[in-house]
C-alpha cells in the first residue's frame, strides 16, 4: 500500500486540485512532471478559545437548521396521496393535473431547504479557513 501525507502538496494547494496525497510524488505532479513538494509542518491545533466558538458557531448553525426543518414540516403538512394508476386514462390526466402543484411546492421547499443547508456549510467551511489561517 501507497503511503500517503497527511496534507495536499503545494503545487495541488495553489492550483487548487484533488491531491491523492501518494509520496513520494502525488499523481497529478507526476502526470503534469511539476515539483512535488509536500509541507511537512503540521498544523498547530486550534486554541481552547478558537475551539469554542467554532462549537458556538456549530451549536448556532444546528439550531438555525432545526428550526429551518421545523418550518419547512409546518408549511409542507401532511402531502396528498398520489394518484391511483388503475383509473381510466382520462381520468388519471386530470388527477395528475390536479395533485402536480403540491408536489412541486413540496420539491421547491426541499430546494430551499437544502441551499440553507449548503449556506450554513459554506459558512462552516469559512469559519474553520478563517481559524486555521490565523
Do not use: W
Not at 503545494?10 to 502525488?26: E, F, G, I, Q, T
Request: hydrophobic share 30%; proline share 8%; net charge neutral.
Amino acid at each position: 500500500m501507497a503511503r500517503r501525507a497527511c496534507s495536499a502538496c503545494s503545487a495541488c494547494k495553489k492550483h487548487k486540485r484533488k491531491c491523492d496525497k501518494r509520496l513520494p510524488v502525488c499523481s497529478l505532479c507526476d502526470r503534469t512532471e511539476r515539483a512535488c513538494e509536500y509541507d511537512e509542518t503540521p498544523k498547530p491545533p486550534p486554541s481552547a478559545d478558537e475551539f469554542e466558538a467554532l462549537q458556538a458557531r456549530i451549536t448556532d448553525l444546528e439550531a438555525r437548521l432545526s428550526s429551518a426543518r421545523g418550518s419547512t414540516a409546518s408549511v409542507v403538512g401532511p402531502g396528498p396521496t398520489p394518484p391511483s394508476t388503475a383509473s381510466s386514462p382520462a381520468s388519471t390526466n386530470h388527477t395528475t393535473s390536479s395533485t402536480r402543484f403540491p408536489y412541486a411546492m413540496f420539491l421547491d421547499l426541499l430546494q430551499t431547504e437544502n441551499n440553507v443547508l449548503k449556506e450554513m456549510v459554506r459558512q462552516l467551511e469559512e469559519g474553520l479557513n478563517e481559524d486555521s489561517q490565523n
